[in-house]
């Protein structure tokens, strides 16, 4: 099963991206996990702007989503709610079809953060009809380099932790 994971920073050494991409190597081979971590390049949504043809950021991510059988997103806490990049990702996405059946679920890589993983949860139960806010992983990452990330999520029961995560996605999906 192929999984898109969003990374809802911006960061080059984001917390959220190096796990992300940690569960991408856990996944190999059972299921492929291609992380997306350029919500940057995605331009400032505007309902004009859906009018004519897409952005090209816009369209890959569109693509990329409808080419996965679930999403797995992970973002930072910004000033206690969703980071702009990922809430302006939604938005592009919100009129469109890629998202509505989509099976959703969380990864979490700080101790913190709960004001927005509750708004998060409002947002994805809003714009899709199978998200899944039981199916969810949390790592205490926060300020650990990405090599230190791999490290730590590597060990055997974080890598356990992350293959159960996955199967029961995989389920839900499936
Ligand atoms: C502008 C800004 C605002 C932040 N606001 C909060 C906040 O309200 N609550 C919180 O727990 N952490 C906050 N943080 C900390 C980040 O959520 C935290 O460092 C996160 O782990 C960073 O994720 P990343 O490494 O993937 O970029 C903020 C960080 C930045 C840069």
């Known amino acids: 099963m ?17 796990m992300l991409s940690a569960v991408s190597a856990i996944a190999r081979p059972d299921h492929e996990v291609i992380v997306f971590s350029r919500l940057s390049e995605l331009p400032v949504f505007s309902p004009d702007a859906e009018k004519g ?24 806490e910004y000033v206690r709610s969703v980071p702009g990049g990922l ?29 927005m993983l509750a708004q ?8 899709s009809d199978r998200f899944t806010p039981e199916v969810f992983l949390n ?10 990330i791999s490290q730590e999520l590597m060990k055997v029961p974080n890598r356990e932790k992350i293959s159960a995560f996955l199967r029961t996605f995989a389920n839900h999906c499936a």
């Not at 009129?95 to 959703?104: A, F, N």
């Not at 998060?120 to 714009?127: A, E, G, K, N, P």
């Not at 790592?139 to 230190?148: C, D, G, I, V, Y």
């Open 120 to 127: 998060l949860r409002l947002i994805l139960s809003t714009v």
């Open 87 to 115: 809430k302006n990702a939604i938005d592009w996405l919100v009129s469109r079809e890629e998202l509505i059946g989509k099976p959703i679920a969380l990864m979490h890589a700080s101790h913190r953060g709960e004001d």
């Open 53 to 76: 043809s897409l952005p090209q950021p816009v369209r890959i991510l569109a693509e990329l989503i409808a080419d996965s059988s679930g999403l797995i997103v992970s973002s930072p």
């Open 2 to 18: 192929r999984f898109l994971a969003i990374s809802g920073s911006a960061r080059g050494v984001s917390t959220n991206t190096a």
């Open 139 to 148: 790592f205490n990452l926060m300020k650990l380099a990405p090599e230190e």
